[in-house]
């Protein structure tokens, strides 16, 4: 769409295709929706800051991270959800004392997975259901810094970026159990995201955009 012209970030497309979730870095930062029909519209209204957005599998909703709770500081991001045909007002899904630098939900929607920049800027990543008992769990804590998830699309695997030999590289453990770590990249590895397939991993090298083949079993 050339006619539209701003300073985007964090752009998400739509699980059918045909819209696009992203942020504008204007007066603040908000969250808005172009559709295929090169319609456009936005989303939230409270906070300076909502970006990172990600859809919920069903296209119904987004979960996307959000200061509108009014605190300040690195800690003030909480996760929300909203409905993007504007049918009810934003609603927090994920609270923490830290602040949240991710959200996504699982495919199924059974899961909620955030992380969290916490004592000495370590990125932990956490879990929660979403129905049932919902408190939050650890699935990567440690003294590594872990950043740059994204979780398969079949729920059973999550990628990420771990600096735990030393620079950070692109893993794969499984989900929800993290049971083990399977080394993905070398000579370093971040932003890493599954191919829709969910066959094949993405990622930043220092200097190249690159594909792995994936098997699993």
Known sequence: DSTWHARFVYPAIAPDGKAIALSIMEDGTQLWLWRDDRTRQRITQQGTVN?????????????????????????AYDAFMVPVDGS??????????FGLWEVEWTRDGQYLVVRADEEGGDGNIRYRRTSGDTVLMGLLI???????FDLSPDGKYIAYSSDADGALEV????????????PISSGGGTEVRWAHSGRELFYKSPTHLMAVPVTTG
């Not at 440690?142 to 740059?148: L, M, N, P, Y």
């Open 171 to 182: 893993y794969v453990s499984p989900f929800p159990s993290a049971a083990w770590q399977r």
């Open 142 to 148: 440690g003294a590594d810094r872990t950043s740059i």
């Open 88 to 97: 009810a007002p934003p609603v927090i899904v994920a609270d923490h004392r």
């Open 51 to 75: 970006w990172r957005p990600h859809w919920r599998a069903d296209g119904t909703a987004l979960a996307y991270l959000s200061n509108a709770t009014g605190r300040e500081g690195q800690d």
